[in-house]
């Protein structure tokens, strides 16, 4: 039972998601829409699965102090600050406040006469408030044509709330606007925007910038043209890196045509083969696995 | 190799850059459009991607801006969204060239505004799942609602769009797998759909059998062809710039390569002599 059950259910579940492509009916949609959704969910769950299975691997190495243990201190440690930021406090705790307010005051006759608005704008300096097609920054008093007005108010950083409303102002009617937008936190909040802004991808982005290092050197060290077939290689490289670049066709014009026969021809024939032979091996892999021959995907003892 | 990338950013070569015909379709896909349609951006990347799509992005989005298209934003990439949300702000939320921007030859954008010009759908797992289902139920894939919570049925123009079919042309800033290869591999036939993508260029020869076989309208291959697309568009920008340093890196790693074997004949001629 314990092999036969997801086999049964692989068997199940494969079949129709390949009948489904030839039905358009939307009951046989509905139901794989909702195949797909569990997809989703288990693909979710499998981060949660390799949240758990990092800790039982790095914590061993940590505490018995095994070689390089003090990078496995970084990993858990950045795992952990990155999840403790991402999630959304203030809804947790109940400390949400409302970011900003608006509330109209006695009207003015001076105002009146001028067939006119006023809107006083309380927020600190770095908060940037418009007032229907006004922007100001911090407090500030504002003169405008009366009828509904658009408010909206932001600090200047990002990962923090925002401030959204309306107000009816009549001729010489006075309004106040407040806002002190507080600091968020969880997924757009200020804390991980933060060290995904300054800490992430300027790393992930050296790790990528570090590849042109690679090949240069590479090239230098490995490049060589040792026999015929490596001296093709050699040349076709050369003509496509110079033709990819727009030195390319400032050298001669006849480089980017060599260069797109090269890999219109030569390489999209070739990919073409590995495509059609993985779709192939894919397509065996997928009978296989339908048919329950294939159950390496279950465990070694199933 | 440092040198022969930093140096072009503050000396630019100026070497003119002529469009390839696959960037010239990209392009054009992208013009046949017409005001009020509906187009899908997916930005499957992460920030170590960014110096060769995000010059294309900028483009497209700009010419996107000028045709007057809704645009829908999702991602597949979990490392994707903050970068998402900052583009946004930068170039969607904001004009990218209005009136009297430097050099800029074409029409002036606007602003966009969330959830009525356009609106972000955010980001689900589940990889080539999340494709298959977007083809067959967009508003349930992501809860029938936008990132910020907005229903989308509150969005006249997202309440005709049930599926991938019913956009107008898919934009994919892909920067690897899943991206444009997994959109057309689960979707483009099924659906018929009309894509136009941008990839890294270690990725153009995956991308291109598909551009053949026109399931692709058009592909902008890299830092190359984002700098293409900038000159198309009329706004050269952060691409143009780089793709002098483009010259001057590949120009060192092919002297590597004549060095390489240089040294490689000389110290075999050598060997052969001593014996």
């Given at each position: ?77 950045s795992a952990?600050i990155m999840a403790i930021v991402g999630l ?38 770095d ?27 932001g600090r200047r950083a990002v990962g923090y709330d925002t ?18 937008p507080?600091m968020a936190w969880g997924a757009n909040g200020r804390v991980r925007t933060w060290l995904y802004n300054y800490i992430f991808a300027p790393c992930n982005a050296t790790m990528f910038a ?93 | ?42 930005m499957?990347l992460d920030p170590a991607s960014t110096a060769e799509l995000e010059?294309?992005y900028r ?14 934003f999702?991602t597949?990439w979990y490392q994707a969204p903050p970068l998402v949300e900052r583009w946004l702000r930068d170039t969607v939320d904001v ?25 972000y759908?955010g980001f ?23 990132d ?25 800033v892909?920067a ?62 952060i ?37």
């Amino acid at each position: 039972m314990k092999s036969t059950l997801p086999v049964m259910l692989g068997v199940l579940v494969g079949c129709y998601m390949v009948v489904e492509y030839f039905i358009p009916h939307y009951a046989v949609r509905d139901v794989s829409a909702h195949v797909l959704e569990w997809g989703g969910i288990v693909a979710a769950a499998a981060y949660v699965i390799g949240g758990i299975n990092v800790v039982q691997v790095t914590w061993p190495k940590i505490r018995r102090r095994e070689s390089d243990w003090g990078y496995k201190v970084v990993l858990l440690g950045s795992a952990a600050i990155m999840a403790i930021v991402g999630l959304p406090w203030r809804s947790m705790t109940g400390t949400t406040r409302e970011p900003g307010w608006a509330m109209r005051l006695a009207p003015s006759p001076e105002l009146v006469r001028s067939h006119r608005a006023r809107v006083i704008v309380e927020a600190p300096d770095d908060v940037i408030t418009s007032v229907g097609p006004r922007m100001v920054a911090g407090p500030k008093i504002v003169t405008i044509d009366p009828g509904e007005i658009v408010l909206k108010a932001g600090r200047r950083a990002v990962g923090y709330d925002t401030f959204e409303g309306k107000i009816s102002l009549r001729e010489g009617d006075v309004a106040v606007v407040a806002a002190d937008p507080q600091m968020a936190w969880g997924a757009n909040g200020r804390v991980r925007t933060w060290l995904y802004n300054y800490i992430f991808a300027p790393c992930n982005a050296t790790m990528f910038a570090l590849l042109a290092f690679f090949v240069a050197s590479a090239a230098f060290r490995a490049f060589r043209a040792r026999n015929v077939e490596a001296a093709l290689l050699l040349g076709s490289a050369i003509i496509v890196l110079l033709a990819q670049a727009p030195i390319g066709r400032w050298i001669t014009t006849a480089l980017p045509h060599l260069s797109d026969w090269i890999l219109d021809i030569l390489s999209n024939g070739s990919r073409r083969a590995i495509i059609m032979g993985a779709a192939v091996g894919a397509i065996a892999t997928g009978l296989r696995v339908i048919l329950g021959i294939e159950r390496s995907h279950l465990g070694g003892d199933a | 190799m440092a040198f022969a990338i930093v140096i072009p950013l503050y000396i630019p070569l100026g070497l003119p850059i002529k469009p390839r015909p696959m960037t010239k379709a990209a392009f054009n896909a992208v013009e046949e459009l017409n005001a009020g349609d509906v187009v899908l951006v997916s930005m499957d990347l992460d920030p170590a991607s960014t110096a060769e799509l995000e010059p294309y992005y900028r483009a497209v989005i700009l010419q996107l801006k000028r045709k007057g298209v809704k645009l829908a934003f999702t991602t597949l990439w979990y490392q994707a969204p903050p970068l998402v949300e900052r583009w946004l702000r930068d170039t969607v939320d904001v004009p990218i060239a209005p009136g009297g921007t430097p050099g800029y030859t074409g029409l002036p954008d606007r602003a966009y505004v969330r959830n009525q010009d356009y609106v972000y759908l955010g980001f689900r797992e589940g990889k080539q799942n999340i494709i298959l289902g977007m083809g067959a139920d967009l508003p349930h894939v992501f809860g029938g609602k936008t990132d910020d919570g907005t229903p989308l049925e509150d969005i006249p123009w997202m309440k005709n769009i049930h599926g991938l079919s019913d956009f107008k042309l898919l934009v994919l800033v892909s920067a690897g797998a899943p991206g444009a290869k997994e959109y057309v591999q689960f979707a483009q036939n099924r659906y018929n759909l009309r894509m136009v993508a941008v990839t890294t260029a270690v990725s153009v020869t995956d991308l291109a059998p598909y551009y053949q076989a026109g399931q692709l309208l058009g592909v902008v291959a890299g830092l190359a062809g984002s700098a293409e697309y900038e000159v198309m568009v009329g706004r050269p920008s952060i691409g143009v710039e780089g793709a002098d340093g483009l010259n001057t890196g590949h120009g060192v790693v092919i002297i590597a390569i004549v060095l390489g074997n240089v040294a490689f004949f000389a110290s075999k001629r050598a060997k052969r002599k001593k014996s």
